[in-house]
């Protein structure tokens, strides 16, 4: 029996849900989750059905008997099959803590996509990389060279069939042009504080002013740098007693977990753009099941 998802977007209006759950009993598929939301505020309407074929039907003849249904509501609507991963390549410079948990999360298969490729301007992880038997690119990265560089990687992309970005830690600024290209498509982790502190050194700018609550904050790359919408957050405890190296650590930690909370929401087709914000839908049941343990 086939496990499929449908993604719904469109204005807000009366009798979208009916329509979706009358179509899909009537083309014999039993839904097993659902999730809905309306924002007033700007009158648009997002839906998450995760549903069986009980009648064997493919995702094709779905997708092509549902059409008039999507047409007449002016729904920008996607159905996938939650069983195939996504092709992602992980972008990688100094920093190994995103990545390595990451490939664990692979490799027991609690991360669900197809890692196609690993890129960095560092050639630090390049054994790392290579004894989970995926492909290590490395791409120099200069302020002269930087238009070559970011071509390489859309050759990358391009070959691959890359359908997703994740900057695991990757400690260069990428450009207007590839963030639009590659818009809603690259996943980004970052320290957030509270307040907050940018620059150099901010877990001991952090220190010096006292800070509780230190966490991190996983988005959608935009040109704005650190600006796009939110996908995942999520903050840890620290005291006066603990020094700089102890936010440090603490910090990666979080970044780990937030990193890897967020890619799991958005190969769920759980999270949608909404503006400058997201709505991120919870997971559906199993859907935290490894495949394997250790």
């Not at 990358?156 to 997703?164: I, M, P």
Request: hydrophobic share 45%; with cysteine.
């Amino acid at each position: 029996m086939n496990s499929f998802a449908l993604r719904v977007q469109c204005t807000s209006r009366r009798g979208i849900v009916a329509a979706v759950s009358t179509y899909l009993a009537e083309a014999g598929c039993n839904i097993i989750d659902s999730a809905q939301f309306d924002d007033a505020d700007t009158g648009n309407f997002f839906m998450r059905v995760s549903f069986r074929s009980e009648d064997g039907l493919p995702l094709q003849k779905l997708r092509s008997d549902f059409a008039p249904i999507a047409d007449a509501f002016g729904m920008n609507a996607h159905f996938f099959d939650e069983a195939v991963k996504p092709k992602v390549v992980i972008m990688v410079s100094r920093f190994g803590h995103c990545l390595n948990d990451l490939l664990y999360r692979w490799r027991i298969g609690a991360l669900p996509v197809d890692i196609v490729a690993v890129i960095s301007n560092h050639m630090d992880y390049q054994k790392v990389v290579v004894s989970h038997d995926l492909p290590f690119r490395y791409i120099n990265v200069t302020k002269a060279n930087k238009p070559e560089a970011e071509a390489q990687i859309m050759q990358v992309v391009e070959e691959t069939g890359t359908e997703f970005i994740v900057l695991a830690r990757y400690m260069q600024i990428l450009s207007d042009a590839l963030c639009r290209k590659m818009s809603g498509r690259i996943i980004n982790i970052h320290h957030s504080f509270l307040p907050s502190f940018k620059g150099a050194n901010p877990y001991k700018q952090a220190l010096e002013r006292g800070v509780k609550l230190i966490g991190a904050t996983s988005h959608y790359v935009t040109a704005d740098l650190d600006e796009g919408p939110i996908i995942e957050q999520d903050t840890i405890r620290v005291t006066h007693a603990q020094c700089a190296d102890d936010y440090v650590s603490l910090g990666r930690d979080v970044e780990a977990q937030v990193l890897s909370r967020a890619i799991h929401a958005h190969v769920h087709g759980r999270v949608f753009i909404n503006g400058a914000k997201t709505v991120v839908f919870p997971a559906s049941p199993g859907s935290f099941a490894s495949e394997r343990m250790g």
